[in-house]
């Protein structure tokens, strides 16, 4: 048997709200992406989130005709710290849109602090 060490999740509860918002099955596919993270990998739906520094992720799930993102950071103390989660509208075609941006900027940045 294989013992993998599993960091915890934890939540934003703002991103924990919105997340809930999600349909069940985009909610299983981007907690099994989170879960992956957890256990030090990064799934297949992951990627780096270019410009907020390193350890920053994104989760990009294509979900019946929707897309959903969610966003967490690694490097913020022992846990995977999840900072946003919401449906992508595509009026910008694949970028984040800028408002979206801003926001896990103060989020992270609030997290920060309060993890100091």
């Known amino acids: 048997m294989i013992v993998r060490a599993t960091r915890p999740i934890s939540w934003i509860k703002a991103a924990r709200r919105d997340f809930e918002e999600f349909p069940e099955g985009a909610q299983v596919e981007i907690l099994n992406a989170l879960t992956i993270a957890a256990e030090g990998q990064m799934a297949d739906i992951a990627k780096p989130m270019k410009g907020l520094g390193s350890g920053v992720f994104e989760v ?3 979900w019946r005709g929707n897309a959903y993102r969610t966003v967490y950071a690694v490097q913020l103390g022992a846990d995977i710290w999840v900072v946003h989660a919401f449906q992508k509208k595509s009026k ?9 941006i801003t926001l896990i900027k103060e ?4 997290l ?4 100091k």
Do not use: W
């Not at 910008?92 to 979206?100: A, H, L, N």
């Not at 989020?107 to 609030?110: D, I, P, S, T, V």
């Open 107 to 110: 989020r992270l940045k609030r």
């Open 60 to 62: 990009a799930l294509a």
């Open 112 to 115: 920060r602090e309060m993890l």
């Open 92 to 100: 910008t075609g694949i970028k984040t849109p800028k408002q979206e």
